[in-house]
């Protein structure tokens, strides 16, 4: 399935919408915990927080949304939990990211949690961008050429999660990226970098936004790439969000060695597709019934038709489709479904890089 069938779906999606259905559901003065299994200095953070206030005016009896953070394994701490909720009042909601759907894909045997069990009822894409510190920055020259012999630190929340895109990625473009494992959010890894305990980083789109873009615009950061972004024929293609940066792709057509066919390139593009164009979802636990349901796709739907919503949310999150019903239902198993080939490919590459095995 290509994006372009999952917008198509965005409108179809509209129809599911039983406005009888919805009129019966009634939130006032209630409070709904959005839970984020990350910490509150990432990118998920970002996302649910931008949402947040706008889902709250949309809901019927406009309740509060408060975000709140559970992180802890790379987010299966949390996921694991929300497999374990039910549906009580309507007002639970649980949003994942690539670094939780990667687990899953990867058969990471820390992962007790089921997508197919939980009711997405939002869902949208982002991107991601690769930056260097000032003295390693001035080196790039849209290639990784003169960047092979330098010994880079790298603040990861483990290989397994969605830092697997950039760690592949820099390893193709022949780096030497020392990945450090154990952080709680790529907010965290943002500060190592910060604090030059770390001489790489990337973030999803809405991270950089919020934050890095301060430290490229001080100086204190030099842009390499974004991962980029996938047309409707499926290539990639400059993310809109970043339209002036490089992609991936292009940097490793230009970088001696780096290929944009065969296995890695295959395997690295599978990973990318199911991480990042229906990276962040909303989901509510099992047993949630229709009509709650209802009410939470409605409101979705609501908040991206509101008179200047693409213009706020590109300077927040990035400029992404969202996918809300049906949509937001293909979009999950566009973001929870890789080859058999590409998670062979990785599963072997994490285990000769890092030790990982997945057994």
Not at 254 to 275: L, N, P, Q
Request: aromatic letters at 12%; glycine letters at 10%; proline letters at 6%.
């Amino acid at each position: 399935m290509t994006i372009k069938h999952l917008a198509a779906s965005v409108a179809a999606s509209a129809i599911l919408i039983a406005a009888p259905a919805v009129a019966e559901v009634d939130l006032s003065g209630e409070t709904i915990e959005w839970v984020i299994p990350f910490s509150e200095t990432g990118g998920s953070a970002k996302w649910a927080n931008f949402f947040a206030p706008l889902l709250s005016e949309q809901l019927p009896g406009n309740p509060t949304v408060v975000v709140k953070f559970m992180p802890g394994a790379g987010s299966t701490k949390g996921a694991n939990w929300f497999q374990e909720q039910e549906h009580e009042d309507g007002t639970l909601l649980f949003g994942t990211s690539g670094s939780t759907q990667f687990p899953f894909l990867l058969g990471d045997p820390r992962v007790r949690y089921e997508y197919s069990d939980w009711i997405p009822v939002m869902a949208s894409g982002t991107g991601g961008v690769a930056y260097l510190n000032p003295e390693d920055g001035a080196k790039f020259d849209g290639s990784a050429n003169a960047l092979k012999d330098i010994d880079f630190i790298y603040g990861s929340q483990g290989a397994t999660r969605l830092d697997l895109v950039p760690l592949l990625a820099w390893e193709m473009l022949g780096m030497n990226v020392e990945p450090v494992f154990g952080i709680k959010g790529r907010g965290d890894g943002r500060l190592m970098f910060e604090r030059g305990e770390a001489t790489i980083d990337y973030q999803t789109s809405s991270a950089y936004l919020g934050a890095s873009a301060d430290l490229v615009a001080s100086g204190k950061a030099v842009p390499m790439m974004s991962w980029g972004a996938l047309d409707d024929d499926g290539n990639i293609v400059r993310d809109p969000t970043f339209p002036d940066m490089p992609t991936f792709k292009e940097v490793c057509e230009a970088t001696d060695g780096c290929e944009t066919s065969g296995e890695a390139w295959d395997a690295w593009k599978a990973f990318f597709i199911a991480g990042f164009p229906v990276q962040k979802i909303a989901f509510l636990p099992a047993g949630t019934p229709q009509d709650v349901t209802d009410a939470y796709v409605a409101a979705f739907d609501a908040v991206r038709k509101t008179d200047g919503f693409a213009e706020r949310a590109a300077q927040q999150v990035g400029k992404y489709p969202v996918f809300v019903g049906q949509g937001a239902a293909r979009a999950t198993v566009e973001g929870t479904t890789v080859s058999a080939e590409a998670k062979a490919f990785v599963t072997n590459w994490l285990q000769e890089a890092y030790g990982v095995s997945l057994k």
